[in-house]
């Protein structure tokens, strides 16, 4: 039975795939074959739309999800998620101003 919280390891797994094929695409790029880092970095695309769109549906059904943690450790979970989040929202643009240059060949 589907529940909601399934999607967590989903976005997990998606997030993992989207990784793999980044560093592939860098590699066969790196070894001139051309058309297997565009395949990569176009399915990379893909997989990173489906992990957002499973990622906003999870926070959106679910609501805040409040860090408990307390002392050092409150201090180093917001030192990570801060720039996290930042640098999440800021990548989005630049992703797709890549992806439409790459798509032109420029």
């Known amino acids: 039975m589907f529940s909601i919280y399934s999607l967590a390891p989903l976005n997990a797994i ?3 795939s989207a990784a793999v094929l980044l560093l592939a695409g860098f ?3 790196k070894h001139k074959r051309v ?3 565009r395949a990569c970095m176009i399915s990379a ?3 990173s739309a489906a992990f957002l769109t499973s990622y ?3 926070h959106y059904e679910v609501g805040d999800i409040l860090f408990t943690g307390q002392g050092w450790i409150r201090a ?3 030192s990570i998620l801060i720039p996290h989040v930042i640098l999440a929202i800021v990548i ?3 992703a797709l101003t890549t992806l439409y ?3 032109r060949s420029r």
């Open 101 to 103: 240059f790459g798509l």
């Open 76 to 78: 180093l979970y917001f």
């Open 45 to 47: 695309v893909c997989v």
């Open 35 to 37: 058309r297997a880092h």
């Open 14 to 16: 998606l997030n993992t």
């Open 56 to 58: 906003l549906i999870f």
């Open 92 to 94: 989005v643009p630049l």
């Open 27 to 29: 590699y066969f790029i």
